[in-house]
């Protein structure tokens, strides 16, 4: 059966392809990857992730443009981009080149990557400033750390995530839905922490209890934060598509629905040591 959806989406995504040379608006192919708070497919968040929003409001401000979307998994979505399949990924982190991508101005700036595990096994980390470094949790060996398998960080975390790639103690989680099936494995304690933003933090306290969980920033990445924007395929149509994106781009941004969702994943909450309260129901979606 994933074999034949797979395939639908491949063809869907080539077809689409050739069906926009015979229309005379230019179409953008948006493919999703239905992980959550980027994405959210089901449930009562359902089409506010933080880039779900995104294409709705640039569907809004381009009335020019066609807009197709298809649900991938990413690896397929950068195979596809990698084979110059013309696509746009709407949730990428801005990087200064890219062989496969051609980017967007800033779509919203994140949080930085930080740790998030269980408050009471990680204070023993801590430093003065609140943050604990990575390369000390890799290099003990009572911890377990979970991953999403195709996940890549920014160098100074790669670094050290490579240096451990054959610690017995790291673990890859495959799938759409890995993040949040890695925070579930830290609750019930079969992993100690994780490398995440604070957004799937937050996600994860919308939907179920979560007290005993604790973002904390990295020492090695410490609080700077990290610039995303829309990647489109590196070729003469997504050079094409991230000019048109980039000429709605000053809109949207100032959007009022698209201020507020955005404010939304990103609150803070007063108590320091929690990014929303433990048990804040998700209707409160503004």
């Not at 034949?4 to 015979?22: E, G, V």
């Not at 401000?61 to 195979?79: A, D, F, G, K, W």
């Not at 998030?116 to 949790?137: Q, T, Y």
């Not at 933090?201 to 990445?221: C, D, N, V």
Request: aromatic fraction near 10%.
């Amino acid at each position: 059966m994933k074999c034949s959806i797979f395939s639908f989406f491949f063809f869907s995504l080539t077809s689409l392809s050739s069906l926009a040379q015979t229309d005379e608006r230019f179409t953008i192919h948006w493919a999703i990857n239905p992980s959550p708070p980027f994405h959210v497919v089901d449930g009562p968040l359902k089409g506010q992730g933080i880039c779900d929003v995104l294409i709705d409001e640039l569907k809004q401000y381009m009335p020019e443009v066609n807009h197709t979307v298809v649900q991938l998994p990413h690896s397929r979505i950068r195979m596809h981009s990698e084979q110059k399949q013309n696509l746009c990924f709407p949730c990428m982190i801005k990087r200064e080149s890219s062989p496969v991508w051609v980017y967007s101005n800033i779509t919203v700036v994140h949080p930085p990557l930080g740790i998030i595990g269980n408050r009471k096994r990680l204070a023993p980390f801590v430093d003065e400033k609140a943050r604990i470094s990575l390369a000390k949790l890799a290099a003990d060996p009572q911890l377990r750390f979970g991953r999403p398998a195709a996940r890549a960080y920014p160098p100074a975390l790669q670094r050290v995530v490579d240096e451990y790639a054959d610690n017995p103690f790291f673990f890859k989680l495959s799938g759409q839905t890995a993040t949040v099936r890695i925070l579930e494995q830290i609750v019930m304690n079969r992993l100690d922490y994780t490398l995440e933003y604070p957004t799937i933090l937050r996600y994860y306290r919308l939907s179920q209890p979560s007290r005993g969980l604790q973002y904390f920033p990295t020492t090695e990445l410490g609080n700077n934060p990290v610039p995303g924007a829309i990647g489109c395929t590196k070729n003469a149509w997504g050079a094409r598509a991230v000019s048109l994106i980039n000429s709605a781009l000053d809109d949207v941004l100032i959007d009022e629905d698209y201020v507020n969702q955005q404010a939304f994943w990103q609150r803070i909450d007063d108590n320091p040591g929690a990014l929303v309260k433990d048990g804040e129901p998700p209707n409160n979606t503004p």
